[in-house]
């Protein structure tokens, strides 16, 4: 059974950067779309990236575009989301999440992380 685990988070001062890995456990279908989401304290969860597994492509939510990019490496059966200039409002627990679809709705995600926790802040 396929499970994710993040890595890679932490704390950071606005204008930062930081690198989270998602490492796979498992066999990630050539179907599958590997989603990155957030969630900040009192706020629903929100979708950051994608990428699909056996393409390059990719996509963003517009506040993140332009600043974080997401990669892969099959071989090692790891995504990777690099967040460069980072504000205090990217300030939340970030997951990763493997779909079927290319989809931005965390609904159509059926394996999870556990989360890692990204704090930016003077």
């Known amino acids: 059974q396929l499970q994710l685990a993040e890595s890679g988070g932490g704390s950071v001062q606005p204008g930062g950067s930081l690198r989270l890995s998602c490492i796979a456990s498992?066999?990630?279908?050539?179907?599958?779309?590997i989603g990155w989401f957030r969630q900040a304290p009192g706020k629903e969860r929100e979708f950051v990236a994608l990428?699909?597994?056996?393409?390059?492509?990719?996509l963003y939510a517009d506040s993140v575009k332009g600043r974080f990019t997401i990669s892969k490496d099959t071989t090692k059966n790891t995504v990777y989301l690099q967040m460069n200039d980072l504000k205090r409002e990217d300030t939340a627990v970030y997951s990763c999440?493997?779909?079927?679809?290319?989809?931005?709705?965390?609904?159509?995600?059926?394996?999870w992380g556990q989360g890692t926790q990204v704090a930016v802040a003077s």
């Open positions: 999440a493997k779909g079927s679809d290319y989809d931005t709705n965390h609904r159509s995600y059926n394996v």
């Open positions: 498992g066999r990630v279908y050539s179907s599958s779309v």
């Open positions: 990428i699909r597994w056996s393409r390059d492509s990719t």
